[in-house]
């Protein structure tokens, strides 16, 4: 049995309040730029590295990856909302 795959647009240019959701989505980035900001500070300095243990370290590494994925995807989502 085989299944197709397909892919649905819905248009909601209406259905949401555009203004709202950039400014929502400008704050998540803030945010999201600002943790990204101490995952790559604390990665940088040297005696932080010497002294953590390799799963604090692991995570922070983790962390800075995390954030850059949602530093790109959010950037996506401003890009696609309409022009007000």
């Not at 309040?17 to 980035?29: H, N, P």
């Not at 945010?31 to 005696?47: P, Q, W």
């Not at 983790?62 to 996506?76: G, L």
Request: hydrophobic share 40%.
């Amino acid at each position: 049995m085989e299944i197709d795959e397909y892919e649905v647009h819905f248009d909601l240019r209406g259905s949401i309040d555009v203004k709202a959701e950039r400014a929502r989505l400008s704050k998540d980035l803030v945010t999201i730029t600002k943790d990204r900001e101490t995952a790559r500070v604390k990665l940088e300095n040297e005696n932080f590295m010497a002294k953590a243990p390799m799963d604090v370290v692991t995570e922070i590494r983790q962390r800075f990856e995390f954030c850059d994925a949602e530093i790109e995807r959010i950037n996506a989502q401003l890009a696609a909302l309409p022009q007000e």
